[in-house]
């Protein structure tokens, strides 16, 4: 059974750092493409960063780019997002999601959620 | 970037009955060389993951009800159910996967009338 589990969310005060963990399995997670999207409270879903499967190509949406930085490690079949600067606009709940077939970027399975929460 | 508008917003269909939902794209995702639409839908109920329905706009993912169908081509994209369950009730998104940035519509609400 493939499953994404996520970690690493919680509270973090503007301008502060985060690192989000994505622990894959029930799948070769080296063979796949992952992203991460998040969506903010009440509202609809963005698709924030990309990495290909052996990590070498990665994307980022505008809104994170500069801020955010994509990462995985293919030996413990994990996905990160470190997070810096954060403002209160990125509070959100983030997931871990994996590519559906080699170029076609739908998301066929995603982790259950980890909620990111910009206060002071 | 492309924009992927839905209409309605949201609506209200009795248990049995029909529910359709409309996605257009800003331009089209239709990719010539191999004549597929790059257009996904996900089905999120309250509290949860959004979950895969549909990809190549009409493809059903494993597992998913034979009551619900993908149509479309171009910038014209419909999600349809034929027959509303109570299980259905959720907020259904369209996303296009042809270029990046990817981006998902604002999502329909579909309730039970």
């Known amino acids: 059974e493939v499953q994404l589990v996520e970690s690493g969310g919680g509270l973090v005060q503007p301008g502060g750092s985060l690192r989000l963990s994505c622990s894959a399995s029930g799948f070769i997670f080296r063979n796949y493409a992952m992203h991460w999207v998040r969506q903010a409270p009440g509202r609809g879903l963005e698709c924030l960063s990309a990495i290909s499967t052996n990590g070498g190509s990665t994307d980022y949406a505008d809104s994170v780019r500069g801020r955010f930085t994509i990462s995985r490690d293919n030996s413990r079949e994990t996905l990160y997002l470190q997070m810096t600067s954060l403002r209160a606009e990125d509070t959100a709940v983030y997931y871990c999601v994996r590519v559906g077939a080699a170029g076609a970027n739908y998301f066929d399975y995603w982790g259950q959620g980890n909620l990111v929460t910009v206060s002071s | 970037d492309i924009v992927l508008t839905q209409s309605p917003d949201s609506l209200a269909v009795s248990l049995g009955e029909r529910a359709t939902i409309n996605c257009k794209s800003s331009?089209?995702?239709?990719?010539?060389?191999?004549?597929?639409?790059?257009l996904a839908w996900y089905q999120q109920k309250p509290g949860q993951a959004p979950k895969l329905l549909f990809y190549w706009a009409s493809t059903r993912e494993s597992g998913v009800p034979d009551r619900f169908s993908g149509s479309g081509s171009g910038t014209h994209f419909t999600l349809t159910i034929s027959s509303l369950q109570a299980e259905d009730v959720a907020v259904y998104y369209c996303q296009q996967y042809y270029s990046t940035p990817f981006t998902f519509g604002p999502g329909t609400k579909v309730d039970i009338k």
């Open positions: 331009q089209s995702v239709l990719y010539s060389s191999n004549n597929k639409n790059y």
